[in-house]
């Protein structure tokens, strides 16, 4: 069986006790709205350690099943692409969340050599832009925009958002 390596847990525990690295299975090839991505850069986010000890699960958000991939933050190049997808072509840098898929399909995974994302949670790198930096965005944009629907700020008000 082919393998690749990745960031993993295969029990719930603190992140600090059942984090492990090493190989798990390859992944396949796209389904048709999905694109494969080398993996040049990922980030953690205080959910990736929530989910560790099965927070989704607790809260009632997902029902999550062992063994998971860890991380949701990504930034790669396409490395294929599934027969719906036009955005993206082969060599493309891009940088995305799949945390509404992972939800979804129970799995996480930017941790690791290459992850499978539907297409829509993507967006060209901009070349200004390391894939470090890149990796970094997602969920900490995607928090601040529902710490703004949240707070219903009118146009001219001012939030301060410390920490972020």
């Known amino acids: 069986m082919a393998t690749m390596k990745a960031l993993y847990q295969e029990a719930w525990g603190d992140a600090t006790d059942v984090f492990k690295f090493g190989p798990v299975p390859a992944l396949g090839e796209p389904a048709a ?34 063994p998971l991939l860890i991380g949701y933050d990504v930034a790669g190049v396409v490395t294929a692409v599934g027969s719906d997808v036009t955005r993206f072509a082969v060599g493309d840098a891009v940088y995305g969340d799949i945390i509404r898929m992972s939800i979804a399909n129970r799995m996480g995974g930017t941790v690791a050599e290459a992850v499978l994302v539907d297409a829509d949670l993507l967006a060209k790198k901009p070349e200004a832009l390391s894939f470090a930096a890149a990796a970094a965005l997602p969920v ?23 920490a972020g």
Request: without cysteine.
């Open 140 to 162: 900490a944009i995607l928090t601040a925009v529902d710490s703004f629907d949240t707070v219903k700020l009118a146009p001219g008000e001012k939030l301060l958002i410390t």
């Open 33 to 66: 709205d999905q694109v494969k991505v080398a993996v040049r850069a990922a980030s953690l986010n205080p959910i990736d350690v929530k989910r560790a000890d099965g927070f989704a699960n607790k809260a009632g958000y997902a029902d999550e099943a062992l």
